[in-house]
């Protein structure tokens, strides 16, 4: 955490020499408003409202504050009871607090907030009169659904964390606040249930945001990157949602949300592998539908990373193992191919990740269009000129098609080229000893303590309840048992 700019500059008592300082700290600052006032009727006791135009409500500002100040008809008023007469009697606003500290009245400043200088004082009052524009409360795009909540968090953190609370109205549901970036102070929150979540975790958690030393914070992936375990592994160990219903879920499981100010996208900890395969609404459909879709998930894992691997290890090494008619159409297939499989398979692969980041960074109302079309064009135009044969054409848009059904598994391309590179090498034996790897690597992952793998291994029935199958509310009576003190979700 940054030290603070101005917290050794004192304030003064002349109100001339106040405002002298803050005009020197916004220099040719157009968008800073300074409005002299004098208290009351019979008072000759000067202050000064300043605030940022276009950060301030300013119908706030006049009806709660300028009309209040001007219109009192208070005769006994002077420089001893004045700050009590405000608060108590004047300011109709419901949020106002007295500071002394600098740092605190530029940082309120900015943030919306309107001071108050009074003529005598060292004291000022700061008043909440935030009225900067936020987007409407939306569905997210990329996480649509078709039963459950359609609300989605913005950019605004006070209406983010309005949403969680909407869904956990429970006195144990903690906020701790703190500013991270020595230029931009972003208010980050971290939110969890206390009784649930581990202070053992907590305190973790709360050692890696303390320990952030950056210029600015402009999205919650700044935080991500810099708080998660095994940085360089294609698997998350931070997940990120833009739902309301999904923090509260996981907040329910003992996990720790980070919400980031500017940004709608909130970080849920610790991460366990299970998680790229859940989804939120497998917990409002049907559990024996739900069980089916997310099975077809973790089938869809091993198809987005083996499928290619494994077609050129026996391809090139194993041809043994191919039905002699199914042999003979590949190699019909990639008659007149001047390149080898593995030349197809990655040409293939790299060309669909480059259809796919296309068509997100398009326009929405042309991009999937681009992108069906690019893929028909190129695919059917590559194999009539005999650069690749159909079968990998068909091998890339299933392996490609698959990863879509797991989005929070970003490393999959990733793993399939790792794969593929052995498989060409060694054939099944260079395929087998990847899975090894890979196996390996997940095993030694750790998410704030937390084991990766955890329930994976473990064949006992309540572990596997909500793993490859989820299942009915009525039996899944415990909570994932390392990652909270309480694990009693409901009575057996």
Not at 173 to 190: A, S
Request: aromatic fraction near 8%; charged fraction near 20%.
């Amino acid at each position: 955490m940054n030290t603070n700019e101005f917290s050794n500059v004192k304030l003064k008592k002349s109100l001339t020499e106040n405002i002298n300082m803050i005009k020197n700290i916004f220099t040719n600052d157009t968008t800073l408003v300074y409005r002299t006032l004098s208290i009351g009727k019979f008072s000759n006791i000067k202050c000064m409202l300043i605030y940022i135009d276009g950060m301030a409500n300013i119908e706030a500002i006049n009806m709660s504050i300028i009309s209040p100040i001007l219109l009192n008809d208070i005769a006994d008023i002077n420089t001893n009871n004045i700050m009590d007469i405000l608060m108590q009697k004047l300011l109709l606003t419901g949020d106002n607090k007295k500071t002394t500290s600098l740092d605190d009245i530029i940082n309120g400043i900015m943030y919306g907030k309107t001071m108050l200088f009074i003529d005598g004082l060292d004291v000022v009052i700061s008043i909440s009169t935030i009225g900067w524009k936020t987007r409407a409360i939306t569905e997210p795009q990329s996480e649509t659904i078709v039963r459950g909540p359609r609300e989605g968090f913005t950019e605004s953190l006070n209406i983010n964390l309005s949403l969680i609370r909407r869904r956990l109205i429970n006195s144990n549901l903690k906020f701790e606040f703190m500013k991270i970036g020595k230029q931009t102070k972003t208010q980050v929150c971290v939110c969890y249930i206390k009784g649930i979540a581990k202070e053992s975790i907590h305190e973790e958690l709360m050692t890696r945001l303390n320990n952030i030393d950056i210029d600015s914070i402009l999205d919650s992936g700044y935080i991500e990157e810099l708080i998660k375990d095994a940085p360089y592994s294609p698997f998350r160990t931070v997940i990120n949602t833009e739902r309301p219903d999904v923090v509260a879920g996981k907040l329910l499981e003992g996990r720790f949300a980070v919400v980031c100010d500017g940004s709608p996208v909130v970080l849920t900890l610790p991460t366990l592998f299970v998680e790229i395969f859940q989804s939120n609404e497998d917990y409002y459909d049907n559990f024996l539908y739900s069980s089916f879709v997310r099975s077809l998930r973790w089938l869809c894992f091993f198809l987005g990373t083996s499928v290619p691997a494994i077609y050129v290890a026996i391809v090139t090494f194993h041809q043994e193992l191919i039905p002699t008619s199914l042999l003979i159409s590949i190699y019909t297939a990639r008659k007149g191919v001047p390149f080898p499989s593995l030349v197809e398979t990655m040409g293939m692969t790299i060309i669909f990740e480059i259809l796919r980041e296309a068509g997100l960074r398009m326009p929405k109302h042309v991009g999937g269009a681009v992108t069906i079309v690019g893929a028909l064009v190129l695919g059917d135009a590559a194999v009539t000129a005999r650069l690749v044969s159909a079968p990998i054409v068909e091998i890339s848009a299933l392996t490609g098609i698959a990863s879509f059904l797991l989005p929070q598994a970003l490393g999959l391309v990733e793993i399939r080229l790792i794969f593929l590179l052995l498989s060409s090498f060694l054939g099944l034996y260079g395929y087998i000893f990847g899975v090894m790897g890979l196996v390996l690597h997940m095993m030694s992952i750790r998410s704030f303590g937390i084991p990766y793998m955890t329930n994976i291994p473990s064949f006992t029935a309540q572990d596997i309840k909500d793993t490859v199958i989820r299942a009915p509310w009525w039996n899944m009576y415990l909570r994932p048992k390392l990652l909270t003190k309480n694990s009693k979700r409901k009575k057996k």
